[in-house]
Each structure stands twice: as C-alpha cells, then as structure tokens.
C-alpha cells in the first residue's frame, strides 16, 4: 500500500515571507501525487498534482510542488504567503495502476501571521 | 462546492441508532466516494462507488455500509452508531480513478457526533 508523512503537524509563517510544506510518500509502485488545501469549515480542493513529465508542477494560488523520485518527497512551496493562505494543506498520492484509492497525509495547518 | 450536496450537514444522535448520511451530485460522474477526517488521521476512505450497484471498501469500512441505487446518489448506513465513528464525513466525486480524474471535487463535510 502506499503512505504519506506529512512532518510538520503545524507551520506558523508571516506575512509575505516564504513557505515550504513538507511531504514524504512510501510506495513500491510508480504513483501520483496530489495537495489538496482545506479552508475552515470546507471540503477539500485541488491545488496542483503530479501525474508525469516535469518534476515541477505550478498550482493555483501561486503555490508550486517539486517531485523527488530518490527522495520520495513532494514538497509543497509559495515565495510570498497571504493571510488568506491560512488553512489546512493536504499531500495525498495513489498508484498509478490496479486499485488507486487516495491515501492522505495527516495534514500541516498552515497559520500565516500578519 | 461542484454540485455536490451533503445531508445532513450537522448530526448528533446516541450509541446504538442507526444513522444514515446522503451525497447527492449533479456532475453525473462515474465514481464516488466516503472518507471520514479525524484529527491526527488526516482523511481515510471508508467505501467508493464505480457505478450504480456496484461499491468495494476502503481502508476503514468496518461498522459502515454503503448503497447507490442512482448514479447521482451515495448513501453512507452507520447500522448502530458507536462513540468511535464521530467524526467529519466527506463525499467526493471523479468522473474516472485515473491521476487526471482523482477526487478532485468534495462536498462542504457532514459533522456526526454520537454520544
């Protein structure tokens, strides 16, 4: 089956400054990965994924992904956080073939300050 | 949230009821599925559906059942409600389980609270 770890239960940023989310995935088998962004009181929505080609992927919001195949990591990344970035963030991959169910993260709280 | 309604939105009920949430869509896709979000667990799937009738488990579908008689609805059957399944449901929606097509689309959440 396959996991993820998400490190950092909680991320305290300020305003403006730069933010790097941490995610690690496990898997036996060649996977996609995802990040979802949860704001207070919502369901999830997609903010980028990684399907196959470039290794960095661009998502909404001005937030970009790096995957590392020798690293197993999919690291989640903004240069400059808004207050309105404050939410709940999401890493989550499957396989890419036979059953793909989603597999997420525990989550990282991102609190941007201003 | 992509014509995807949960119902209901908030429920308390007691040990031992039987309680029943629904997800209705209106994209008319293929796949649809129940997670419940526990704090420290992130999300975790407890049944998906392929099509009318036809439904597998996910990794935490003890003491859940799930039907869908009708592509648009999802119904997820807590047959006796137990304290260990409170927690925040989430139905999501994908027109096919390939990588371009995961969950991307999940409704607003159901709170289930049993005392």
């Known amino acids: 089956a396959q996991s993820v770890t998400q490190l950092d239960s909680q991320v305290p940023v300020f305003e403006e400054a730069p933010v790097e989310l941490r995610c690690n995935y496990s898997s036996s088998v060649s996977v996609y990965l995802f990040w979802y962004v949860q704001y207070p009181n919502q369901g999830l929505q997609l903010l980028l994924k990684y399907l196959s080609g470039s290794t960095l992927v661009k998502g909404i919001n001005g937030f970009e992904a790096e995957f590392n195949k020798s690293q197993t990591s999919f690291h989640l990344r903004k240069p400059s956080v808004h207050i309105s970035d404050t939410a709940e963030y999401f890493c989550?991959?499957?396989?890419?073939?036979?059953?793909?169910?989603?597999?997420f993260g525990t989550g990282t709280r991102l609190t941007v300050i201003p | 949230d992509a014509g995807i309604t949960q119902s209901p939105r908030h429920k308390v009920t007691e040990t031992g009821t039987p309680v029943t949430l629904r997800c209705h869509q209106t994209?008319?896709?293929?796949?649809m599925y129940w997670y419940r979000q526990d704090p420290g667990h992130g999300l975790r799937l407890i049944h998906y559906?392929?099509?009318?009738?036809?439904?597998d488990k996910g990794e935490v579908s003890d003491g859940y059942s799930v039907s869908r008689s009708k592509t648009e609805d999802f119904l997820l059957t807590l047959e006796s409600a137990t304290s260990s399944q409170t927690s925040v449901y989430f139905c999501?929606?994908?027109?096919?389980?390939?990588?371009?097509?995961?969950?991307?689309?999940f409704g607003d959440g159901t709170r289930l609270s049993i005392l």
């Open positions: 994209e008319n896709h293929r796949y």
């Open positions: 989550a991959v499957t396989r890419q073939t036979g059953a793909n169910n989603l597999f």
């Open positions: 999501a929606i994908s027109e096919s389980t390939g990588g371009d097509n995961q969950p991307q689309h």
């Open positions: 559906s392929y099509g009318v009738k036809d439904t």
